[in-house]
């Protein structure tokens, strides 16, 4: 059974980085044909995919975020990580890590952490 | 990109069907077969529940089924129970490597 576990702060100053590591068991990180990303989702809305990396190590970014977002992958861990800088307010959300079949479909879910914003 | 339409909130009596629909552009729903629904329980991640618009996992009911017409995709659970109260929110590939969620839809069993 793939299980997927997010790790990292709660609480982040605004202008400061948002690291945040996700953990797999149940499948290796390093092979198969998957993506493994992060989304979020603000309190009572919708959710947002933030970025995702393939197994190749090749990474696709949503457009609005882009120039804040870094995803990286350490197989030797089975560990793959989201880096978010200069955050606000409104980045205040649970974040997410995911298993992800090409654009199909997101089908293992970590259970989420929730990341404040607030000095 | 937008995000997908989705009813902020659809209601049924048990026993009933309710279809929860997903609006989006000729860019997203209407140009890939790739949409999916998730089921959100409060608190808890979400699972899929249909994929590539109207396939189902291993595991999950057949009383859940999806569809699309035009930019419009649907989320249909007949025989509603209990147990279906929840969020759903549908994603769809928008091209150029990326995705596009819907606002959620809250789903009240009477």
């Known amino acids: 059974q793939v299980q997927l576990q997010e790790s990292g702060p709660g609480l982040v100053k605004p202008s400061e980085t948002l690291s945040l590591t996700c953990t797999v068991s149940?499948?290796?990180?390093?092979?198969?044909?998957?993506?493994w990303s992060w989304l979020r989702q603000p309190a009572g809305k919708g959710l947002e995919l933030i970025a995702r990396?393939?197994?190749?190590?090749?990474?696709d970014y949503d457009p609005s975020l882009k120039s804040r977002v870094t995803i990286s992958v350490d197989t030797s861990k089975n560990q793959f990580s989201l880096k978010l800088s200069s955050v606000i307010a409104a980045d205040t959300a649970v974040y997410y890590c995911?298993?992800?079949?090409?654009?199909?479909?997101?089908?293992?879910w970590g259970q989420g952490i929730l990341v404040t914003v607030s000095s | 990109q937008s995000a997908l339409t989705q009813p902020a909130s659809v209601s049924g009596s048990p026993g009933q069907s309710i279809t929860i629909s997903c609006t989006g552009t000729?860019?997203?729903?209407?140009?890939?077969?790739?949409v999916s629904w998730y089921q959100q329980y409060p608190g808890k991640a979400p699972k899929v529940m249909i994929y590539?618009?109207?396939k189902r996992p291993p595991g999950v009911s057949d009383r859940f089924s999806g569809s699309k017409s035009g930019n419009t995709a649907s989320l249909t659970i007949s025989g509603l129970q209990a147990e279906d109260e929840a969020d759903y929110h549908c994603?769809?590939?928008?091209?150029?490597?990326?995705?596009?969620f819907g606002s959620g839809t809250k789903v009240t069993v009477l």
């Open positions: 995911a298993r992800t079949l090409g654009w199909s479909r997101f089908d293992y």
């Open positions: 990396i393939y197994t190749s190590g090749s990474t």
């Open positions: 000729s860019s997203d729903v209407g140009n890939y077969n790739l």
């Open positions: 149940g499948a290796s990180i390093g092979s198969g044909s998957y993506y």
């Open positions: 994603c769809s590939y928008a091209g150029r490597s990326t995705c596009v």
């Open positions: 590539e618009g109207s």
